[in-house]
């Protein structure tokens, strides 16, 4: 390929022991951080051809050959600042802005401190050096701090003491976390509104944060029934909004209706309750009238529903708020009613067990092929499960599955099996 004219990489090196194929591995890693592009690991082949029938495969995966991971990349920054970020649910997470730094193909400037159990068990102050790296080389990570660099006049951080979107006082939790308890907080309210407009749950496509943002700026949405009272020439008006782009979204919102009573009870963002448990309590009380009468009992009967999940939905569901809410939405005509929308029981009797990340689908995603067939996704693995859907990264279940002889299928195998 390389006389052929393309570009090949340099290291590719015959090795005739296991010795020579570490050293080569040293080699490269030494390289690593000069290259023109990143990598991640080193490929180990046997060049034999005729060896490699021989040598056989694993479930599709070649014994032949394997990939060896270099440890994460890490480098030295600084600490410029701490900022506070309101999630939806009102926790107040720290994030460190670093100075920026070239890590393992993009440039990292910020990176989650997670809470103040972490800054302090770090012991992280403003103004520090930190090495910072990238957790299975995707999300930026600070590792430690090095005391010997810090400034003279670092002092340790504490968590403020008021909200820092609506100025109202924290609360700490049980946990680690400190929240913003105002129920009426700009932040919270703009993490709920794209939480409910996001794909999987009402799925109201360009319906992002930018806009969102913008809207409740502009004084046009203060919850998520407004979204279906706003017209064309609200939006219109907005920045960088077109009229072909207002009248898109306008369009997105009015299919939102229908996007069900489980997309719905996920959309509302209620703490702990995810998509799986969302369209579990759909199917269960078929529509939302039932969940403001919902007992504990009834709710803990569910499969895979506990009592904190219980409590949470009672809670929810015993603000006014959320009565009014759910009277604007069921009066702006968005379905409050469970449609069974099974497409098969091909599934039937079967259960699923998710690990590792698909290439091309959510967990959320699978889950619904899985249950509108039928099947049951369960999160643990054991000799009752029927399949283990393992992604990239997959970890303790997929060695998990294969001790107790569980198969274990791919995306493709899945989607093949769903008749797609
Ligand atoms: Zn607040």
Same mark, same amino acid.
Request: with cysteine; proline share 4%.
């Given at each position: 390929m390389s006389r052929l004219g393309f570009r090949v990489i340099p290291f590719i090196k015959e090795a005739r022991t296991a010795g020579e194929v570490t050293e080569h591995i040293n080699a490269i890693g030494e390289k690593r951080s000069g290259l023109p592009y990143d990598i991640d690991g080193v490929v180990i082949k046997v060049n034999d051809l005729s060896l490699r029938p021989r040598i056989g495969e694993n479930s599709g995966r070649p014994k032949w050959a394997v990939a060896y991971k270099f440890p994460p990349e890490a480098k030295l920054t600084k600490l410029t600042d701490i900022t506070v970020q309101v999630g939806r649910t009102g926790v107040l997470t720290p994030l460190a802005v670093l100075e920026p730094v070239r890590l393992a193909g993009t440039t990292v400037r910020a990176a989650t401190l997670h809470n103040i159990d972490f800054i302090k068990a770090k012991d992280i102050r403003i103004g520090d050096t930190v090495e910072v790296s990238k957790a299975g080389d995707i999300i930026p990570?600070?590792?430690?701090?090095?005391?010997?660099?810090?400034?003279?006049?670092a002092v340790p951080y504490?968590?403020?003491?008021?909200?820092? /979107? *609506?100025?109202?006082?924290?609360?700490?939790?049980?946990?680690? @976390?400190?929240?913003?308890?105002?129920?009426?907080?700009?932040?919270?309210?703009?993490?709920?509104?794209?939480?409910?407009?996001?794909?999987?749950?009402?799925?109201?496509?360009g319906c992002g944060p930018a806009i969102v943002k913008l809207?409740?700026?502009?004084?046009?949405?203060?919850?998520?029934?407004?979204?279906?009272?706003?017209?064309?020439?609200?939006v219109a008006g907005l920045d960088r909004m077109g009229e072909k782009s207002a009248d898109n979204l306008i369009q997105a919102i009015e299919n939102s209706k229908k996007a069900g009573l489980d997309r !719905?009870?996920?959309? !509302?963002?209620?703490?702990?309750?995810? @998509?799986?448990?969302?369209?579990? !309590?759909?199917?269960?009380?078929?529509?939302?009238?039932?969940?403001?009468? @919902?007992?504990?009992?009834?709710? *803990?009967?569910?499969?895979?529903?506990?009592?904190?999940?219980?409590?949470?939905?009672?809670?929810?569901?015993s603000h006014p708020q959320t009565r009014r809410l759910i009277d604007e939405l069921t009066a702006a005509?968005?379905?409050?009613?469970?449609?069974?929308?099974?497409? /098969?029981?091909?599934?039937?009797?079967?259960?699923?067990?998710?690990?590792?990340?698909?290439?091309?689908?959510?967990r959320e995603q699978a889950e619904a092929m899985i249950t509108e067939r039928g099947g049951k996704a369960s999160s643990s693995v054991s000799k009752n499960t029927s399949f283990v859907l393992a992604g990239e990264k997959a970890g303790s279940k997929l060695t998990k599955a294969q001790a107790l002889g569980v198969p274990v299928i791919d995306e493709a195998e899945f989607l093949g099996m769903c008749g797609m």
């Open positions: 990570e600070v590792r430690r701090v090095v005391l010997s660099e810090r400034p003279a006049d504490e968590m403020p003491a008021v909200c820092p /979107s *609506c100025g109202e006082p924290v609360v700490k939790d049980d946990e680690a @976390a400190v929240r913003c308890t105002n129920s009426s907080c700009p932040a919270q309210l703009e993490r709920n509104l794209v939480h409910f407009a996001s794909r999987d749950a009402m799925n109201i496509d809207l409740i700026g502009q004084g046009l949405i203060r919850d998520a029934a407004d979204i279906y009272k706003l017209k064309a020439e609200d !719905l009870i996920y959309a !509302l963002g209620i703490r702990n309750i995810g @998509a799986k448990a969302a369209s579990a !309590l759909a199917s269960h009380f078929g529509n939302i009238e039932a969940l403001f009468t @919902a007992g504990e009992e009834e709710l *803990c009967s569910i499969p895979d529903f506990g009592a904190i999940m219980a409590e949470y939905t009672i809670n929810f569901f005509g968005v379905v409050t009613k469970y449609e069974k929308s099974a497409v /098969s029981d091909a599934f039937a009797g079967l259960t699923f067990v998710l690990t590792g990340t698909l290439p091309t689908m959510t």
